[in-house]
């Protein structure tokens, strides 16, 4: 999965595909790049971002959407609100990654039911502005494992299908370094919770605060991505469905790569 970020803000690109044919652009190099899916969002969801309006996030994301799944991409749409997610879907996307698994929007459950499209439920405890203040946990696995099932609960019972789920445990969602190591360390477990895996740990901030250098200032984004790479290769090896990434052409040949030793392996 490609990420598209129709924003000025987001942490790692904001600004550089804000442009609407410059997004577009950017989604049809990633699938040439090995993107199976394209990712896009116009909202950052960074820590400590604040929310755009409605009408402004249907502004970015609507017509990248359309223009790309006209031209044979499969999207996904990256919002919490159903609103947003119910227009894309209508212009095209087959896939609603909701960071919020279905909290920040109580109507979003019942519009990805009724779309009947992939729904992807992320383990989340609150908005950008007060999500690390909720990074607080006894063991992060079980309890990203136990709230993720109240999730996956909740959406069944709004009338999503089983099938429709994709899990994402959240990593950098109110988490700290620790806790996003302990959840990428526990990849199989969380591969086999009965649903697809998503992963992403592209260039967040736990990668490049693991690379700081003497001075201990952590690693640009940018600079992270080497390390992503890495985690892609174990969350292929470890049963991961996807992972979601800024720079696709290494990702996908890690992925290759895998899938190779693994099949030697059978």
């Not at 000025?8 to 550089?16: A, I, M, T």
């Not at 201990?216 to 049963?239: C, E, N, Y």
Request: charged share 25%; net charge negative.
């Amino acid at each position: 999965m490609g990420v598209v970020n129709v924003t000025p803000d987001s942490f790692s690109d904001g600004g550089r595909w804000f442009d609407r044919s410059a997004a577009v652009r950017h989604g049809l190099e990633l699938v040439e790049q090995g993107a199976d899916i394209v990712d896009v969002g116009g909202e950052s969801t960074r820590p400590g971002a604040a929310r755009v309006s409605l009408e402004e996030e249907l502004a970015r994301v609507e017509p990248v959407i359309r223009e790309l799944s006209r031209q044979g991409v499969t999207v996904s749409v990256d919002t919490m609100r159903a609103e947003v997610a119910r227009a894309a879907v209508d212009a095209g996307a087959r896939l609603v990654n909701d960071v919020s698994g279905g909290l920040a929007d109580p109507e979003m459950p019942r519009v990805v039911a009724a779309s009947g499209v992939a729904y992807v439920v992320m383990h989340w405890r609150g908005h950008s502005h007060t999500m690390q203040s909720r990074a607080v946990y006894g063991d992060v696995v079980t309890e990203v494992c136990d709230e993720l099932a109240k999730r996956v609960a909740s959406v069944l019972a709004e009338g999503v299908a089983e099938e429709q789920i994709v899990l994402d445990p959240g990593l950098g969602f109110s988490k700290n370094p620790e806790h996003n190591w302990a959840l990428v360390a526990a990849t199989e477990r969380l591969a086999g919770l009965g649903r697809p895996l998503l992963i992403g740990a592209s260039r967040k901030r736990f990668l490049g605060r693991l690379l700081a250098g003497p001075d201990g200032a952590p690693r640009p984004f940018g600079d992270s991505d080497a390390a992503t790479l890495a985690v892609t290769a174990l969350a292929a090896r470890a049963g991961a469905w996807c992972v979601r990434v800024h720079d696709v052409r290494p990702n996908a040949d890690a992925v290759r790569v895998v899938a190779a030793v693994e099949g030697a392996r059978a």
